[in-house]
Structures are given as C-alpha cells and as structure tokens.
C-alpha cells in the first residue's frame, strides 16, 4: 500500500492456481500433444491435491528454489468484501493467522496480544488470533542492535524503543495505522521443487507483532489478523524467502474478478507465452512503472507525457492493496471525456457523488471502448469495459455503470489497482526488475486449497 497521503483502500490477492499455460520441448521447441482423460477411481482427495500441486509446480518457472502457494478468500468487488486475505501459520506450536496481502508494503504483521485497538471478531466469518510471542518456543525478539533492525530503515519505519526492542509504526493511505515490536519465527508452508512436493516445510523470517491498530484496521466489519506485505524492501518475506535460497525472487498473481473472487498468488513465475514486460523505475519504495500514454478505441489521449514521469511523488504505481484505479487530474478528465463521447448516442450520462456513471440497457461490453494504457519497452495493459467499470445499480430496467477510476487532484499520481489487475496473469520479476502482465481469465482456474 502506497504512503500516506495517497488516498487509497486496503485490499490483497486471493489464490488458487493455472490449469495449464504451456508446454516447451528441449531447445526451445514447442509441443503439441494429444490428451486424454486419466482416471482418478479410487484415489482420495488429497491424493488427488498433492498430484495437481507438483503439476502446477511444473507450470511455474522451473527454478533451483522451490515454489509456494498460499489460499485465499475474498474478491476485488468494493460492494461485497472488498479485499483478498489468505492465511499463514507462525510460531512452535503453529497458529494460523488470515492475513491481508499488499504488493503496496513490505512487511507482514499480525495482531499480538495485549493489542489496543484490534477487533476481537469479524465480519469475514473468519476467526481472529493473537500472536503471543511467549507461547512459541521458537520466537525471538529483533533488539535495537540486532543487524535485521537496520532492513526497516530502508522504509523508515523502524525504530527503537526504551526497551532494546526493535519497533515499527505504519500508516497506510486510508488513514489506518499499525505499531508494534519485530519478532523472528519460524513460518509455515508447503513447497514445491520440480517434480517434488516438500510437505510441512518451514523458514525463520522476521515480521511485526503489532500491539495498537487504528483507523480502518479497528473495524470489524472486514476485520483480519494482520496485512502481507509483499514490496521489495528486506523486510519483505519473498526478500527473505529468496535470500535463504528457498525460492526465487518472483511472483506472480491471476486475480479472478467475478463469481465471488479466488485466483493464484504463488511465490514463484507463472509461464505464460504472450506475458509482455516493461521495466520498473529503479531506487523507488513501491512498484513503480513508466506509463506513457493512455488509448480509449485505438486513439491516443491528448495527455501530456509528463504527466506519469515518476519523480519524489508522482508517477504510476501498480498496487494490489488497493481497490479501484486512480488517475491524476490531468490525465483523468480526457479519459472520462473520451468515454463520455463514445458512449454518447447508446447511454444517458449521470454524476452521481461526484462519480462520472452512464445509464444504459445495452450491456457495458457490447458499448463501452477498449482502453489500452501504453508503458515503456512497448508493453501495453488492454483493459474491457468491466476492467475501468463498476455498476452500481439499476434503475427501471437500466443498469448504472461508473468509472471506477478516480481522480487524484494536485499529486500527479496514477495508480492501478484490483480492478485493474484482475483477469491478468501478473508477474513480480524482481530478479530482473520487471513486471508483466497478459489477459487471462482466471476462473479457468484449479482450485488449489492447501493447509499451510
């Protein structure tokens, strides 16, 4: 989740995983097969599970490291949940925690106890825990002195408290915050390497045991244990995970966007064959792209280049911790008024609370243009109608659509969040700092729930 004074909403990824994406022969070629159905008579669920797990360990990037997969629940849709949650399992004995996952920070935290502000129930339906640092034989706590303290200094979020302990204090860009105390434990987890599937696996990482929550994170209504970060910092687990040579410095995630939400999250590069890259901007906190120009049906937007160059604040940040998309001023009026135009003869425009929605009987994919953000090295992101649109309602038979972009004023920042990435095989090369993107529809998806 971006600074604090970006307006946004939290929300995270949910999981599941690729039927199938491609096959590759040696020397590059590739294989065209013909399949038949095998027959799974006899064999137990899990028998079948842990056969699909080392299968989709196939699908995903062959790496020396291993790849991991978290569940998860939820969906991008503001009007139902809102957010992606998975799960995780930390500390001796294991207790599970259902975490938020956020590209747009780097650390994870959970509840600890004695914490002032955080729900005690939700209305997730999920149970809520507590990380109690003292019931787990393998918990240490981060001192002042202790070199990892220095890795929340390259956020500046890190600090010392009057006991030698190694603190943080987080505000996201809703308002909401988090402080508390790092701890090192061991975290859980299934992992897959090459052809084997290592059940039950675990690695000690750092992360924060928050002891006072405010702001959104105090409410219950959409209450979680803590939030996944998921950026580039040290703090980060995937910089951990992939610093101990436990997997690779990737990931990548296909967010489903209808039929209640799902797709995949894994630790690892999903194969995709029509994935296209672009750069990220270097020496920047957050998953900075160079966005150059924005099409509405083929045309250019007359918008000034400038606009999305990143520099201090400003420029274009891919953020699955937030929900809708954002434009900055400049280049949010010639986007509306380029569908407004469109749209014209086949729908009635309407404001409502200041948002830019169209009346119509026509469903929004037979009127409403393509729209194609261009970024740097000639890779551009194709968005349908329901990718920039949110419908709200109906009246008298007629459905509301609504941009679901809004508009930043006077920060010139761009950001592109779940309504945006879902429907999108999205791949985090950090390795190679990059990310890539192709359409996919994710609900072509096996559904890959493992207890971690």
């Not at 703090?235 to 296909?254: A, D, E, K, R, W």
């Not at 425009?349 to 469903?363: A, R």
């Not at 194709?382 to 038979?397: A, C, F, H, T, V």
């Amino acid at each position: 989740m971006p600074p604090a004074s970006n307006p946004l909403v939290l929300v995270v990824v949910a999981v599941v995983v690729l039927s199938a994406a491609a096959v590759f022969g040696s020397g590059g070629k590739s294989l065209t097969l013909t399949l038949e159905r095998a027959s799974h008579n006899g064999l137990e669920m899990s028998e079948l599970r842990d056969r699909d797990r080392l299968r989709h360990g196939r699908i995903l990037q062959q790496q020396p490291t291993g790849v991991l997969d978290f569940p998860v629940e939820g969906t991008y849709d503001p009007f139902l949940v809102g957010l992606y949650f998975t799960r995780v399992k930390l500390g001796t004995p294991p207790k599970e925690f259902y975490v938020q996952i956020d590209t747009g920070s780097d650390v994870l935290w959970v509840s600890c106890n004695s914490c002032n502000g955080c729900p005690t129930s939700s209305g997730l339906q999920i149970p809520l825990e507590f990380f109690d640092p003292s019931s787990s034989s393998t918990a240490s706590l981060i001192s002042c002195s202790d070199r990892r303290c220095a890795l929340g200094e390259q956020s500046s979020d890190s600090f010392c408290s009057n006991k030698n302990q190694c603190g943080y204090t987080f505000q996201y860009g809703d308002g909401s915050g988090a402080s508390g105390f790092y701890s090192s434990d061991l975290m859980y987890f299934d992992t897959i390497v090459g052809n084997s599937l290592a059940s039950n696996s675990s690695a000690r990482i750092v992360f924060g045991c928050s002891t006072s929550q405010t702001g959104d994170l105090t409410k219950s209504d959409r209450a979680v244990d803590g939030i996944f970060g998921f950026g580039q910092q040290g703090f980060s687990v995937v910089s951990q995970l992939s610093s101990q040579g436990i997997t690779p410095n990737v990931f990548s995630h296909c967010l489903k966007g209808e039929n209640g939400g799902g797709g995949i999250l894994v630790l690892g590069q999903i194969v995709e064959p029509n994935i296209v890259y672009t750069p990220l901007v270097p020496s920047q906190p957050h998953y900075n792209l160079n966005l150059q120009s924005i099409a509405v049906n083929g045309q250019i937007l007359p918008i000034d280049p400038a606009v999305f160059q990143t520099s201090n604040n400003r420029g274009t940040i891919i953020d699955t911790g937030t929900t809708l998309a954002y434009l900055s001023e400049e280049a949010y009026d010639p986007f509306v008024n380029a569908i407004t135009q469109m749209v014209s003869q086949s729908t009635r425009p309407l404001v409502s609370k200041g948002i830019q929605c169209y009346l119509t009987t026509f469903s929004a994919s037979e009127i409403f243009p393509p729209v194609s953000l261009n970024f740097a090295g000639g890779a551009s992101m194709l968005l349908k109608p329901e990718d920039y649109l949110l419908q709200q309602n109906s009246i008298g038979g007629a459905a509301v659509w609504c941009i679901g972009f809004q508009k930043i004023q006077g920060q010139g920042i761009t950001i592109l969040g779940d309504l945006v990435l879902k429907d999108k095989i999205v791949v985090y090369d950090l390795a190679d700092q990059r990310i890539g993107w192709v359409n996919y529809d994710c609900k072509f998806l096996v559904p890959f729930c493992t207890n971690i």
